[in-house]
């Protein structure tokens, strides 16, 4: 390679690295500051200065919905060891944030706070409360017992939001030690179970994650005691057994014998799953800058559409805004990111059987295409223009995605090439 060619390629470099969401947290953060504090006090001033330090902080945050009584607070608590209440009659009002009371209860790779939201049994009652508790999360946790239409529904008004899709939500079934007779182990049925939602269209795009919150919880907050363990073949202590372990912890765990509390707890934490869903969490948790970026540009996006400026300088703090984020947004593409994991769920669901290839089948294979060529270096020209094809679909959903999946080929490639990042 020539000196030219080595100087050119790191420009290109030193560019793509510049347009990152890192960059463009930095500099909204600052934007959103800045003007916050030239306002005089009101609810701009507020909104602006809340988004500006919510970028600043690194603790990902998730968002826990579901109906009512599903066991959103109890996984709150198992997550973080909080105290948030649970119990049949008692249910959860406003959104309310848990952090976590001791950094390692939740496990070394887990560091997460949690918003506990209202139940969401029904998206014109309470589905609003509920969406709105969840805005500020990093992260949905989404938790069914049996999903219903009504789940279905409202996981489906996550979409137009733009703050959640496949990528940052996790479907997660719970009470699955109802579903067997006590003491019988669940989970062949949860896997059987999860199997079938699977089968869903409306769910297949999300992953989806057993779950005893219960016994989660019990770990989490560290309930069950010496007393309770010396006691666990004692037929008086049925009722707390019960209360704390559920009908299949309080038979399962008496018929392993644990020797001592460290290994009744490893006990109950395996019998929970919570491993399983720790995992995927803290994978996520791991993106929790783009998640975050994402988030406040959403949420600004929204500040400017329905904020009605009460003076001059209100005026023009939004329109500020609004114009950095014209700018911004023509030139991230990691800003997209929603948009383009709902696209690609919604083909993944449409393909055809093997050897018959269907317009969405040749869309994600396009887009494929287009990521590798992109990935080393070659312009995807032949990739946007089957795309461009697929968005004069008479197909909404391949004519949709089509459109989707090329304005974002497009600004991928012009990040890698232009002159520079959104200042
Ligand atoms: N057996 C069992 N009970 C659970 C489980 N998760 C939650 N519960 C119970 O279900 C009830 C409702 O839970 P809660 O967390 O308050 O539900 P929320 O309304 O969704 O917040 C409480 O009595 C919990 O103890 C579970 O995995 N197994
Ligand atoms: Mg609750």
């Excluded at 507020?46 to 959103?72: E, Q, Y």
């Excluded at 003491?183 to 269209?201: L, S, V």
């Amino acid at each position: 390679m020539t000196t030219e060619a080595v100087a050119a390629a790191t420009t290109v470099q030193a560019v793509a690295a510049a347009t990152t969401v890192q960059a463009v947290a930095v500099r909204l953060a600052r934007l959103l500051e800045d003007i916050g504090l030239g306002l005089n006090p009101g609810e701009l001033r507020i909104a602006c200065l809340d988004l500006a330090r919510h970028l600043a902080d690194d603790t990902p945050l998730l968002g826990i919905a579901g109906r009512l009584n599903v066991g959103k607070s109890t996984l709150s608590n198992a997550l973080t060891g909080g105290r948030a209440p649970t119990a049949p009659t008692e249910c959860t009002v406003e959104p309310r944030r848990y952090r976590p009371v001791d950094e390692h209860l939740a496990g070394p790779s887990l560091r997460c706070a949690t918003i506990d939201t209202p139940g969401a049994d029904s998206v014109n009652r309470r589905g609003p409360a509920a969406l709105a508790g969840l805005a500020p999360a990093d992260i949905a946790v989404y938790v069914v017992v049996t999903p219903t239409v009504r789940d279905v529904t409202f996981l489906a008004s996550f979409a137009p939001t733009r703050l959640f899709s496949p990528a940052n939500t996790v479907v997660v079934v719970n009470r699955l030690d109802e579903r067997v007779r006590p003491g019988q182990d669940p989970t062949p049925a949860a896997a059987e179970a999860i199997a079938g939602y699977r089968r869903t269209p409306q769910l297949r795009p999300f992953t989806i994650l057993p779950i005893i919150a219960l016994l989660a919880e019990t770990h989490a907050t560290r309930r069950f005691t010496a007393a309770d363990l010396a006691g666990l073949h004692d037929a008086g202590g049925t009722e707390r057994r019960w209360r704390l372990l559920g009908p299949y912890g309080a038979h399962a765990l008496p018929a392993a014998g644990p020797p001592d509390l460290a290994t009744a707890y490893d006990h109950i934490e395996a019998m929970s799953f919570l491993p399983g869903l720790r995992a995927r969490l803290a994978a996520l948790g791991a993106q929790q800058a783009t998640f975050r970026c994402v988030n406040v540009v959403r949420r600004a996006e929204r500040l400017v559409e329905t904020v009605a400026a009460g003076n001059r300088a209100e005026v023009e703090a939004l329109r500020a805004i609004d114009d950095w984020l014209t700018r911004t947004r023509r030139r991230c593409p990691p800003l997209m990111l929603h948009d383009v994991a709902n696209a690609l769920a919604g083909l993944a669901g449409r393909t055809g059987p093997a050897g018959a290839p269907t317009a969405a089948d040749q869309c994600l294979a396009a887009y494929e295409r287009a990521g590798v060529r992109l990935a080393g270096g070659e312009p995807p020209d032949a990739e946007i223009e089957l795309l461009r094809a697929a968005g004069r679909s008479g197909d909404r959903l391949v004519a949709t995605s089509g459109t989707t999946l090329r304005h974002h080929l497009i600004l991928r490639r012009a990040a890698l090439t232009d002159e520079g990042a959104p200042t």
